[in-house]
């Protein structure tokens, strides 16, 4: 299944590194969405992305900088970060807000280490 | 607090039994969604429910609602290999934009 992809899908970086994840979706949809996953804990929101405008952040830390040029591109800029922000990061897309009842498609994920 | 209780946390089974899997919640939830992520892998969709006390069945596979709609349970019949992941169970809430995801159950099937 190929329907969300995302690059790289290994990442290693120093905290005064700036680095960038991608996401790209080839379903037609027009909500996309990032998740952070680390051990010992549930998968966590970080950002809502429908239609290119952002509807929901998160309290996620301004050490992550996302970025929605179009409906099928989604970014996660990254500056500064601290080794506790090593995690799996996951996108995610669905054809309208999950609220609404739309089911969300996963990308397989960009595994963080931070050093 | 966890909004999303699943239990158990971990569970070695051998291939050819039967298992159970639950997620509880105190709270009602207007779906729940199971899905199966595999090591290095993002999570699968498997079923979505959305009616109090409905069934569905995907192959060996046994989802319910509960009739509150506060929890469900995922039973598996003859369990294969390829059964092996880790299975999340996931909420929405009220028209809420938010999938509020459990911690999951990893399951491990032996040959």
């Known amino acids: 299944e190929t329907g969300v992809t995302q690059t790289p899908r290994h990442l290693v970086m120093g905290m005064t590194n700036k680095k960038s994840l991608k996401c790209e979706q080839h379903?037609?949809?027009?909500?996309m969405y990032w998740y952070k996953q680390s051990a010992k804990k549930p998968l966590e929101l970080m950002f809502v992305?429908?239609?290119?405008?952002?509807?929901e952040n998160n309290s996620v830390p301004s050490r992550f900088s996302p970025e929605c040029p179009n409906s099928s591109h989604l970014f996660l800029h990254l500056h500064t970060l601290q080794p506790e922000d090593s995690a799996l990061y996951l996108c995610?897309?669905?054809?309208?807000?999950?609220?609404?009842?739309?089911?969300?498609?996963f990308g397989p994920g960009t595994r963080l280490t931070v050093t | 607090t966890q909004l999303l209780e699943q239990s158990p946390q971990f569970l070695s089974i051998q291939e050819g039994e039967n298992l159970t899997v639950y997620c509880n919640s105190s709270?009602?939830?207007?779906?729940l969604q199971w899905y199966r992520q595999e090591p290095g892998e993002g999570p699968v969709l498997l079923v979505t429910?959305?009616?109090?006390?409905e069934v569905k069945k995907l192959k060996r596979l046994t989802f319910q609602f509960g009739d509150a709609r506060k929890d469900s349970s995922l039973h598996i019949t003859a369990a294969q290999t390829g059964d092996t992941g880790l299975y999340l169970c996931?909420?929405?809430?009220?028209?809420?934009?938010?999938?509020?995801f459990g911690k999951g159950t990893k399951l491990t099937v032996n040959p």
């Open positions: 992305y429908n239609f290119k405008e952002q509807t």
């Open positions: 709270s009602v939830f207007s779906s």
């Open positions: 996931a909420g929405t809430q009220g028209g809420s934009e938010k999938l509020v």
């Open positions: 379903l037609g949809h027009n909500a």
């Open positions: 429910v959305v009616t109090g006390g």
């Open positions: 995610a897309s669905s054809q309208g807000l999950t609220g609404a009842g739309y089911e969300q498609y």
